[in-house]
């Protein structure tokens, strides 16, 4: 008999088919599609991440700027299991000039990549509003992929008083 899995492993699961699939119609190897999942196997990888190591999965030789995203959270979060967090990516959102790629990345959680969202054209705006939960206290990474296959990206120092993500689940 097979055991219900939880909540976070359905939800890896799920990433891993998807990105799977998609990297495979993109011809990317299995080692890259894991490690742009940021699957981690147990909490010894639990740690403070440098951001070069937080962001080497996606950006590979391509030029980063430090403008045009706008990331905000709460300098203090009491609890770690629903903090605030809003996003905007300064971008026309035309055809020509578009954000493809959204990542949220935490320096700390057990699971680096907290989300992934795929935009296009199509949204008008790149702008994403959500919690997330963080362990501890960490820098957040924001990094936005555009259309010409270049990265802007913002950090953000939150002091966690109260840690999620400790159960690994």
Excluded at 3 to 9: E, F, I, K, N
Excluded at 35 to 50: K, P
Excluded at 56 to 75: C, D, F, I, N, W
Aim: proline share 5%.
């Amino acid at each position: 008999m097979l055991s219900p899995l939880s909540r976070r492993d359905y939800l890896i699961r799920f990433l891993q088919t998807t990105v799977g699939a998609w990297g495979m119609g993109a011809g990317l190897s299995h080692a890259q599609d894991m490690s742009v999942l940021g699957r981690v196997q147990d909490l010894s990888d639990a740690r403070l991440r440098t951001f070069e190591e937080m962001v080497a999965p996606y950006v590979v030789r391509q030029s980063m700027k430090h403008e045009g995203v706008t990331l905000s959270l709460p300098m203090l979060a009491d609890n770690g299991h629903l903090v605030p967090l809003s996003l905007k990516v300064d971008s026309p959102m035309t055809e020509a000039s578009h954000v493809t790629h959204i990542y949220l990345i935490s320096q700390r959680n057990p699971v680096p990549l907290m989300a992934m969202f795929v935009l296009g054209p199509w949204n008008g705006r790149a702008e994403l509003t959500m919690r997330v939960r963080l362990s501890g206290t960490q820098m957040v990474v924001a990094l936005a992929r555009l259309s010409d296959g270049t990265f802007r990206y913002e950090t953000q120092e939150v002091v966690v008083t109260e840690a999620a993500c400790i159960d690994n689940g």
